[in-house]
């Protein structure tokens, strides 16, 4: 019994006299509790031992040692098996027989009737071979014996001594004792330690082919940190996809499945490899399992690419180094290289790099682009960087709608000739009018080319970023007509469908950027009329073929199986303006991210290439527009403009109010603030100075009836 406790205290009450009184309190134990059973707190300790890290790693230790000792001894078993019969000629023709290669399958027969042959003779000099060597170790004796017998009769004729006949034959003798001797001395130990030795050659080759199961190896290559890929692990990985034909090809193959592989290459942060497939073993079979295909070869999908080249039943994979497409590219060449400029007709722009490593750069001449993807993967950014480069050519023009609207695209004001910026209906309906006036560029141009065909045009770059909004627009026009849709009757549709047929003949590019790509708000007409498309990650296959479209996603493009969030500004683009692997149809690019800080610096240098570009920022429709300070916003820094060029700015500023517009209408309005288009040099101009002093007058008469 355990004994009690006795506190001290201290009563706090008054005391009845000058004492101090303490009190005692005695306090019992608690009940004991329960007593836990023996066999539980066994039961608990052995979990604990089992579960622990350092019991785990020491029974893969013991497992892995042993292992590789015991297949050791199967690999040398084999191997000796192999050298002694004509088995490993039986597998390499059973291969060939298997990769549809009869060719090699007869080569490998005639060595192997050759080998035959060879061990048939060796076979028959056996049974001559006792005899043969009887009489030549009779010979060999007695020609020894007579030599040493030789060798003492001329050393006794030397020393004119008779003894020395023998004295080559007694040291002869004594030699082959001592030999005897020791071998007696080393016999007893070798017996005890050569069990040993032949074990530990045996785990040597065992460890070297990693003879074990995974979970038996160590930390390292379980993961494969840093595992390189060689062409048995390409082999296994292939044998272990779960494709039945393939499995049972590979097996019959006397190579193990070496003769699928062609040479493993560096290719940029990874290896390439060409993998032929076996007879009854389809292409789509082995890319519809990139998954398992990857994780067999210790990597991540998306370190997995998997496309078809133009030889028949071959399969390209690229393989990514551990964890090397999670590290970001370098900074693009537009902020790092102050000079460099471009050429909209023979330059190409520095877009980003292939997942070699290599610089992956566009050619954009007379080629119209499509950017897809979902939302916040970097479409903009990709749309940007291209635009950014080629606004170092001044002789490029630009239209641009933004219709996201947060300002993106606000470096461009002053090199862009129009500028929209904004998400709503009214953004929308102006962007398609921006279009429609391209389509009429366009026809203008034509037909001036047609009376002269000697006149050169500068590129027009229309481009539109979030183009589903103006595809998914529900308003209608005057006429009934709706701006938006995918028919026949919408605005925007038909527009962008006459810049895709007849645009890149007379420089008129349409550029466009969408997201999460659909039949409503891409149509198939306008994504099929792209010359460049590009895709970010999207949604779903079908998403990715209406992206690409379907010859490239069956030829191994899948944007679809890039990763959300984490391959932001990766592109998987079908162009003939890129460089794309012979046999590919697509090539992934990781595109140089430019933020808006450096945007606004290359920005800068391409105004100031521009000698000063009036940009028309389109207004709200429902803002009352001032024509007066429109006419002096089109006009800009020139001092003189002409009439005709006045009034096509302000159809471009604002379609829908100055429509009607005319050389009398524009005349009247500056008549009635004090000022009238004058001639130059027989021309009727609109003089800068003219519009800022009836503006100045306009302003100053406003500011005295306020007075009064």
Not at 113 to 137: E, I, N, T, W, Y
Not at 315 to 320: D, E, K, N, Q, T
Not at 588 to 597: C, L, S
Request: overall charge neutral; hydrophobic content about 40%.
């Amino acid at each position: 019994m355990s004994e009690n406790v006795v506190h001290l205290h201290k009563n706090t009450d008054p005391p009845t006299d000058t004492a101090t009184v303490t009190t005692l309190t005695v306090v019992p134990d608690p009940a004991p509790s329960t007593p836990v059973p023996l066999w539980v707190r066994s039961g608990r300790t052995v979990k604990t031992a089992a579960t622990h890290e350092n019991t785990k790693s020491t029974v893969r230790a013991v497992a892995r040692h042993s292992l590789y000792t015991f297949n050791g001894g199967r690999i040398v078993a084999r191997r000796t098996w192999d050298g002694r019969t004509g088995a490993r000629y039986e597998r390499m023709i059973r291969a060939a027989e298997a990769a549809g290669n009869l060719e090699a399958a007869e080569e490998w027969e005639e060595r192997l009737q050759r080998f035959r042959d060879a061990r048939h003779r060796r076979r028959m000099d056996l049974l001559h071979s006792p005899v043969d060597a009887a009489k030549g170790a009779l010979v060999g004796t007695g020609m020894g014996i007579g030599g040493l017998i030789a060798l003492g009769v001329v050393m006794a004729i030397a020393n004119e001594d008779i003894t020395d006949v023998i004295t080559p034959i007694s040291a002869v003798i004594h030699f082959i004792a001592l030999m005897i001797r020791i071998v007696q001395v080393v016999w007893g130990p070798l017996i005890s330690i050569g069990p040993f030795l032949v074990l530990l050659a045996l785990w040597s080759v065992g460890r070297k082919q990693q003879a074990a199961p995974q979970w038996a190896l160590p930390a390292n290559v379980r993961t494969g940190e840093g595992e390189p890929i060689t062409p048995s692990i390409v082999v296994k990985a292939l044998r272990d996809l779960g494709v039945p034909a393939l499995r049972n090809a590979i097996k019959e193959m006397g190579d193990a499945g070496a003769s699928m592989l062609g040479p493993i290459r560096i290719a940029g942060c990874g290896v390439e490899v060409d993998v032929t497939l076996p007879s009854g073993v389809a292409t789509n079979e082995v890319q519809g399992r990139r998954r398992k295909l990857a994780e067999n070869l210790t990597r991540h999908e998306h370190e997995v690419f998997i496309t078809i080249p133009e030889a028949a039943r071959t399969v390209r994979l690229w393989i990514a180094d551990s964890g090397a497409l999670d590290e970001p590219i370098g900074p693009s060449p537009l902020v790092t290289d102050e000079t460099l400029t471009a050429n909209y007709k023979t330059g190409r722009a520095p877009w980003g790099q292939d997942l070699r490593g290599d610089a992956a750069e566009l050619s954009v001449y007379q080629r119209h682009l499509l950017v897809t993807g979902l939302s916040n993967q970097g479409k903009t950014a990709a749309l940007r960087a291209l635009a950014l480069w080629l606004a170092l050519d001044r002789t490029v023009q630009f239209w641009i709608a933004d219709l996201k609207g947060i300002g993106d695209w606000a470096p461009f004001d002053g090199i862009a000739k129009v500028l929209i910026e904004g998400p709503s209906d009214n953004h929308c309906i102006q962007a398609t009018e921006m279009v429609e006036d391209a389509v009429e560029e366009m026809n203008r141009r034509i037909e001036a080319i047609r009376k002269d065909p000697s006149i050169v045009f500068p590129p027009l770059i229309v481009l539109v970023d979030e183009a589903q909004k103006a595809f998914m627009c529900p308003a209608k026009g005057e006429d009934g007509r709706p701006y938006g849709g995918s028919k026949a009757t919408s605005r925007y549709f038909m527009a962008v469908r006459e810049i895709h047929n007849q645009g890149r003949a007379v420089d008129v590019l349409m550029w466009q950027g969408t997201q999460d790509p659909t039949d409503q708000n891409l149509p198939k007409l306008v994504r099929e009329g792209a010359h460049t498309r590009a895709s970010l990650v999207v949604g779903t296959e079908s998403q990715a073929e209406m992206a690409l479209g379907a010859k490239a996603v069956n030829a191994g493009a899948a944007p679809h199986l890039l990763r959300q969030g984490l391959d932001k500004g990766t592109l998987v683009v079908a162009s003939d303006g890129i460089a794309i692997p012979a046999g590919q149809a697509s090539i992934t690019v990781r595109t140089h991210f430019i933020d808006d800080e450096p945007a606004a610096e290359i920005a800068a240098r391409a105004k100031a290439l521009r000698d000063g570009v009036t940009t028309l920022r389109v207004i709200d429709r429902d803002e009352e527009r001032d024509a007066l300070a429109d006419i002096a916003a089109v006009i800009g820094d020139t001092a003189r403009l002409r009439t005709d060029e006045v009034l096509k700015r302000l159809h471009v500023l604002d379609t829908a109010v100055y429509r009607e517009w005319n050389n009398v209408r524009l005349k009247r309005l500056l008549e009635e603030h004090g000022e009238e288009p004058k001639k130059s040099h027989g021309v009727m101009v609109v003089r800068r100075d003219d519009v800022a002093r009836a503006l100045a007058n306009r302003d100053a008469e406003g500011s005295a009836s306020a007075a009064e």
